[in-house]
């Protein structure tokens, strides 16, 4: 993700670089999540009101089933799941936290409202970094604490902010994946800066001075088994559901300055082309992490965020009807290597360009990325600019439905199974009331979430003991596994196709044995796993007077 770099370049240059533009770097960020909980307040209301509620029936024999969605017809404006994201970048506290050194207090507090924004858009998942250079927003045995969070790096303070982030996504049921940038060593390469025992200080033959910063060599075995010693360190001690690498690997283009690896390409280059070289070097740390994760646990999805251009048809026949920056040549980071090779789970290209844009067409660019990962067990998702709806960078961002326009044309392919946003503060800023454009075109129902077979899960048992009270109020047992819930209205008898899209799905209730109805209806109900491995449904009729 090309995010939190200062002295960065706007995308818009960064992709003119192959056509003799100069490249300057600009600030991104990510975004995941779902959002629908019972609405308790509504319950009490129509109770209050004299509402009362009967049960018509309840069956767990003529069940509609979710696996049956194979056989019925499905409408692509409710897709069933969906990956809905949202990135929080803490990196020079573009997102959060919103200041460096603030109370824990107004963190947490902070860090709930952009939790509780994006359940309102019903989003599902979220994607916070928390290794943003070198640094950690966590209690890391091996990295300083970073500045980002309180305003030094190193200084400890006082809290391990990780177990509560994921525990308030968790509550809403939003997926959390830790954001990691693999090679950032340091925004400073005044290595004297950093704290005795930073690996940087400790090692610095592992590092390159390039541009003002620090940046660890890629082409060292040494720092490749860091970066999995940090990632695979995280997947053990905390319960995150993925692990997410942005687009930073070699550094981009800026001043022109060679990036000095001489020493390790002499020493490990084997004869091979420079190019060559680094792009392996890059697909080899991919490799480790992804092997690494999914020993530990199986269940962690593993995916990254590349440069939304991999290479032109101009430079390769297999590249994209584009003319800009490459990120195979640019910053050596092959995409289609990871989605041949398997390494990745997800890939989640960053298309920050709007439709007609000539240089880099999101027309274009969506359906690309959709044939690259056709027949493959790569899911795709799509990284759209948020942060540039209302700007000036092209006057495409100034009309409002530019951004839900991407959505609309990613129906198209099946194999875009969702999208993430950059960033959480426009999430917040909802610039020209994009966000109610989305919800009301695109999320007017909540989604589950893809499932990644590879990662595995069973579906729990269906919830038993379904019943209704007076004011509306269904309940039910707990199943053992279930992290979430799923709840559907029909009205009628439901057919086998009831639970084959969204059309249906009027809640996603994570945790809670809960849910309010609000009209009358047959309800349907399945337990969902972590992964959203689903369960048959649990059925009862209400009646509301």
């Known amino acids: 993700m090309r995010t939190g770099q200062r002295q960065t370049h706007s ?9 003799a533009v100069a490249v300057a770097t600009t600030t991104v960020a990510y975004l995941f999540g779902p959002g629908a909980r019972a609405d308790e307040k509504g319950a009490a209301k129509r109770s209050t009101d004299g509402a009362t509620a009967r049960v018509a029936a309840e069956t767990g024999s003529e069940s509609a089933s979710p696996t049956a969605a194979a056989d019925c017809t499905t409408d692509p404006a409710r897709p069933k799941r969906q990956l809905r994201g949202v990135w929080i970048a803490t990196v020079q506290n573009i997102d959060w936290p919103t200041r460096a050194g603030q109370s824990p207090a107004r963190q947490r507090a902070d860090y709930i409202r952009i939790l509780d924004a994006a359940v309102k858009r019903r989003l599902n998942a979220v994607f916070v970094q928390i290794r943003p250079a070198g640094d950690a927003l966590y209690a890391s045995p091996y990295e300083p604490w970073s500045r980002f969070l309180t305003g030094k790096v190193g200084k400890d303070p ?5 177990p509560f982030l994921i525990e308030e996504a968790h509550k809403r049921g939003l997926e959390f994946h830790a954001w ?19 690996p940087a200080r400790r090692h610095p033959a592992w590092t390159v001075k390039h541009e003002g910063r620090l940046y ?7 720092v490749r088994d860091h970066v999995v010693k940090i990632v695979t360190d995280v997947v053990k001690r905390y319960d995150v559901d993925g692990v997410h690498f942005d687009d930073y690997f070699y550094p981009y283009p800026g001043r022109g300055e060679r990036f000095d690896d001489r020493a390790a ?15 392996e070097n890059v697909n080899t740390l991919i490799a480790q992490v992804d092997e690494a994760v999914h020993q530990i646990k199986p269940h962690v999805k593993f995916g990254i965020s590349p440069f939304g251009i991999w290479r032109n ?15 195979y040549d640019a910053i050596h980071a092959d995409a289609l290597a990871w989605i041949r090779d398997g390494t990745v789970d997800y890939i989640l290209p960053q298309l920050y360009w709007p439709r007609g844009f000539k240089a880099a067409d999101y027309s274009v660019l969506a359906p690309w990325w959709a044939k690259q990962v056709k027949g493959t067990d790569v899911h795709l998702y799509i990284g759209q600019a948020l942060y540039l709806v209302g700007s000036k960078n092209n006057a495409q961002w100034t009309k409002p ?30 610039p020209l009331k994009v966000w109610n454009r989305i919800v009301k075109q695109h999320y007017s129902r909540p989604a589950l ?17 379904l019943a209704v009270s007076a004011d509306g109020t269904l309940t039910w047992q707990a199943s053992e596994g279930a992290r979430a819930y799923a709840v559907y209205r029909v009205d009628g008898k439901p057919g086998k196709c009831a639970t084959a899209d969204a059309r249906n799905l009027v809640a996603v209730v994570p945790g809670g044995t809960r849910f309010a109805a609000k009209t009358s209806g047959t309800y349907l109900v399945t337990s969902l796993d972590r992964l959203h491995n689903e369960s048959e449904p649990a059925r009862i009729t209400v009646k509301l007077d």
Do not use: C
């Open 449 to 465: 979430l893809p499932l990644i077979k590879e990662r595995g899960g069973e579906a729990p048992a269906p919830p038993s003991g």
């Open 158 to 162: 006082g809290w391990d902010p990780l």
């Open 180 to 198: 990691f940038n693999p090679y950032r060593a340091a925004y400073d390469d005044n290595v004297s800066r950093l704290p005795k025992n930073h």
């Open 11 to 19: 995308p818009r240059k960064a992709l003119l670089a192959a056509t």
């Open 265 to 279: 390409y002499k020493k490990y280059g084997k004869g091979k082309n420079l190019a060559a070289w680094r792009r």
């Open 216 to 222: 660890y060599n890629p082409g060292l075995p040494q």
């Open 313 to 327: 048809a101009s430079q390769d026949p297999k590249g994209s009807r584009t003319n800009g920056m490459s990120g």
């Open 401 to 430: 439905g530019e951004l839900p326009a991407h959505l609309t044309l990613n129906r198209k392919y099946p194999q875009i199974r969702g999208d993430a946003y950059f960033s959480a503060k426009q999430l917040l800023s909802n």
